[in-house]
Every structure is written in C-alpha cells, then in structure tokens.
C-alpha cells in the first residue's frame, strides 16, 4: 500500500538525491579537478553502486532500532501498535528525531552504550563536515569560473563562504529553527533539485543538438570511451520523463509536511 503513496517516492528519490549530491553541483565540481583521462562513466557508475549498497546495508541499522522503539512503546503505551512504525512519528521520532532522539534511545540501552553515542556523534559530525566541504567547493567553483571574487585569495574566498553561510543558518538554531529546518527540507529541496536536474538533461540533450556530439568526441578522445545508445537514451528520454514526473506529482503535493 505504501508503494502507491507519492510521498513515499518523493522521499526515496530525494534521499538518493542527497546521498549522491545530484543536482548539487558538487560532483561537478570535483570532477573539474580529476584528469581528464579519467573514465568518469566506470567511476559514477562505482559511486553509484556503492552508495546504493551503502544505503541498503544502513536499512538493516536503521529499521531494526525502529521496531525496537516500536516495540518499547507499546508496552508502556496502549495506542501504540509494536509492529507499525508510523505511529512512531506521532511522537516526534520521525525526520531530524531519529538522529537526535530515536538513535540515542536505542543506543543508550547497549552495553558501552556512551561509547557507541561517542562514535554515533562523531560519525554525525563527520557527515556533516563533508557535506560542507561539498557545498563549499561548489560555490567557490561556480564564482572563480565566473571571475567573481578573483582578486581574493582562496582561503579568504572560502572563509567568506563559510562566514556568510553561518549567518544565513542562524535560523534554524532559533527557537523556531525546527519549524524551519522541516520547511526548507520538505519543500525548497524537493522540487529544486529534480528540477536542476531536469534542466541539466535538457540542455545537455536537447538545447543544442550539436552538443550531445561535441561532448560525445571530447569524451572518447580523452578516454577512448564511446558513450552508446544507452547513455543517449537515458539522458534523452527516460531521465527527462521521469523528472518532469516527479516534479509534477511533488507541485501536485503542495503539504508535503502534513500539516
């Protein structure tokens, strides 16, 4: 039943979006600093498999802790059903709760349990790093192409990224900065980045129609690669339709928060 909710594949296709860093431009990115020797097309398809992989193990974490809080509730509380884990984000432990109130339940409860909050925090810290070296090389990457800022230095660049970004996320460490964390994540995200992608696939595919050859030769001249139908038809067709569908269904959902 599940399966046939948009919101369920709205979800699924915006965690792989994050997971990936699809439409971000951070892939982008660090691609311009690799050699252009590179077989890019063996690598996305490596971090694909492996990100996906990664996430699917991760489920044999995340689902077991979930019904083991189910279960837990259930006993103290008779509204709760042990084997329905919906009801479990009636109490909050659902979206950010899960990493800041589910996990740290759970965890408490193992022996060494300060031990395994030490690294589960660490793990969380590091994540969270990461993704800002990737946004942060993203921007940086967008203005020096474009010669903005040219004249400064790069650690001062960054530094004036890293300070301003600070400031705009002031919000969301705010009394109401939950409120507006759940508001960017469920709204700002999911339409932006489907539809950043869309464009990229158009104007790859179909803006120019000289472009897709171009990019073709170049590829193969550097790599020795020849990007076939299959690359063609998927960037053509079926990753444009199934975009331009989700984008569809999302702005077809406008409470995607339930409120």
């Known amino acids: 039943a599940l399966l046939g909710d948009v919101k369920v594949w709205l979800r699924a296709v915006v965690q792989i979006f994050y997971s990936l860093g699809v439409g971000f431009g951070s892939l982008i990115a660090f691609g311009s600093y690799g050699k252009k020797t590179a077989d890019f097309a063996r690598d996305a398809l490596c971090v694909s498999m492996v990100n996906c992989m990664t996430s699917f193990f991760a489920g044999f974490v995340v689902f077991p802790i979930l019904g083991f809080l189910a279960q837990e509730l259930s006993y103290v509380n008779p509204c709760f059903e042990g084997g329905n884990l919906a009801d479990l984000s009636s109490v909050g432990l659902s979206g950010a709760g899960l990493a800041f109130v589910a996990f740290p339940i759970a965890i408490s409860q193992m022996s060494l349990g300060p031990l395994w909050a030490l690294l589960f925090f660490l793990m969380l810290l590091c994540l969270g790093i990461d993704s800002e070296f990737a946004m942060v090389e993203s921007v940086m990457t967008v203005l020096s192409d474009a010669g903005v800022g040219a004249r400064w230095p790069r650690p001062a660049l960054s530094a004036a990224i890293c300070v301003l970004s600070w400031a705009l996320g002031l919000v969301f460490v705010s009394r109401g900065g939950i409120y507006w964390f759940n508001l960017f994540d469920s709204y700002t995200c999911v339409v932006s980045i489907m539809f950043v992608a869309f464009l990229e696939?158009?104007?790859?595919?179909?803006?120019?129609?000289?472009?897709?050859?171009?990019?073709?030769?170049?590829?193969?001249?550097?790599?020795?690669?020849?990007?076939?139908?299959?690359?063609?038809?998927?960037?053509?067709?079926?990753?444009?339709?199934?975009?331009a569908v989700l984008v569809g269904m999302a702005c077809g959902r406008t409470d995607l928060l339930d409120a």
């Not at 158009?202 to 129609?209: E, I, N, P, Q, T």
């Not at 990019?215 to 067709?237: D, N, P, Q």
């Open 201 to 243: 696939c158009c104007g790859l595919m179909w803006y120019r129609r000289a472009a897709w050859a171009h990019f073709t030769e170049e590829v193969y001249m550097w790599t020795g690669r020849r990007l076939g139908c299959g690359f063609m038809l998927s960037w053509r067709v079926v990753c444009p339709a199934l975009l």
